[in-house]
T-cell receptor
Framework: GDSVTQMEGPVTLSEEAFLTINCTYTATGYPSLFWYVQYPGEGLQLLLKATKADDKGSNKGFEATYRKETTSFHLEKGSVQVSDSAVYFC???????????WGAGTKLIIKP | EAQVTQNPRYLITVTGKKLTVTCSQNMNHEYMSWYRQDPGLGLRQIYYSMNVEVTDKGDVPEGYKVSRKEKRNFPLILESPSPNQTSLYFCASSPGDSRSGNTIYFGEGSWLTVV
């Protein structure tokens, strides 16, 4: 069945470092792909999305490109800040019933 | 302001005492769902609803009930809560429209502890 695999955390970086959080998926058809972020003590917020192959989603300096050939949707940011510390979830959405399939989440810790 | 509102945000209850977590959205969305979030397991879907009076089981429906009598409301019912239902619960809604890229909007979460 459909699934999402993302790198295990926690990922610890220094401020201004380059960030990559890997996400790969298995799905039939052409799902939409998402990154959600959960800041400490808060709910989930949509960070960015891509709905078809080669689309690039971007928001708040984060980017991810929908790569069908490698079934990946890696999250990147050129220079992270302490305020980016959060848990990041990769997810895909089945077009048939809008159900979201989630990765396990990656905790990101940014040190000053 | 477009939002998904769930209540209560925090609850401690005892085993076997029925409880309801309410969820309401003001975006006229057709699709609503409930998830639970547990450490190391990510989010798992409990139930979802494609429209009024239409509900379906998600991945972990055991011990839960839902209803969808109105488009805006989708309450989650725990008839006889047990400690393994201690979790963080999220309600979510979506336009159910492919033009939105199936973007799903989440409530702020409800922390439930069953002792």
């Amino acid at each position: 069945g459909d699934s999402v695999t993302q790198m295990e955390g926690p990922v610890t970086l220094s401020e201004e470092a380059f960030l990559t959080i890997n996400c790969t998926y298995t799905a039939t058809g052409y799902p939409s792909l998402f990154w959600y972020v959960q800041y400490p003590g808060e709910g989930l917020q949509l960070l960015l999305k891509a709905t078809k192959a080669d689309d690039k989603g971007s928001n708040k300096g984060f980017e991810a490109t929908y790569r069908k050939e490698t079934t990946s949707f890696h999250l990147e940011k050129g220079s992270v800040q302490v305020s980016d510390s959060a848990v990041y979830f990769c997810a895909l959405s089945r077009r048939s019933n809008y159900q979201l399939i989630w990765g396990a989440g990656t905790k990101l810790i940014i040190k000053p | 302001e477009a939002q998904v509102t769930q209540n209560p945000r925090y609850l401690i209850t005892v085993t076997g005492k029925k409880l309801t977590v309410t969820c309401s959205q003001n975006m006229n969305h057709e699709y609503m769902s409930w998830y639970r979030q547990d450490p190391g397991l990510g989010l798992r879907q409990i139930y979802y609803s494609m429209n009024v009076e239409v509900t379906d089981k998600g991945d972990v429906p055991e011990g839960y009930k839902v209803s969808r009598k109105e488009k805006r409301n989708f309450p989650l019912i725990l008839e006889s809560p047990s400690p393994n239902q201690t979790s963080l619960y999220f309600c979510a809604s979506s336009p159910g429209d492919s033009r939105s890229g199936n973007t799903i909007y989440f409530g702020e979460g409800s922390w439930l502890t069953v002792v």
